[in-house]
């Protein structure tokens, strides 16, 4: 059937090949949860307790700091050196 051919009602001029989907912009997105699992599994343990305690638990730095012993500052480099390592690591994943 060719790409051309009219749908519907045929007033409105609307060809089968107007009522085909575009690219997903969303796919590559998809792509990079499904890396993420992979991605956690590079960090140490105390980090993907952060992430996890940050990301999934939405608790504050000072609370996270509080549950695992150390001072907010010290979760707030923590999160970051981990979010550097994610990043690096799903850029590879990504291109």
């Known amino acids: 059937m060719s790409l051309s051919t009219p ?7 609307t060809e089968l090949g107007e009522m085909l989907g575009g690219e997903d912009a969303e796919f590559a997105h998809a792509e990079l949860r499904v890396a993420l ?3 956690l599994t590079t960090l140490d343990e105390r980090e993907q307790k952060i992430l996890t305690l940050r990301f999934y638990g939405y608790k504050t730095q000072s609370e996270i700091a509080d549950q695992i012993g150390v001072s907010q500052m010290h979760v707030s480099r923590l999160l970051a050196r981990a979010l550097v390592k994610l990043r690096a690591h799903l850029a590879d994943v990504a291109y």
């Open 7 to 13: 749908v519907g009602d045929g007033e409105r001029g």
């Open 37 to 39: 699992g992979p991605a």
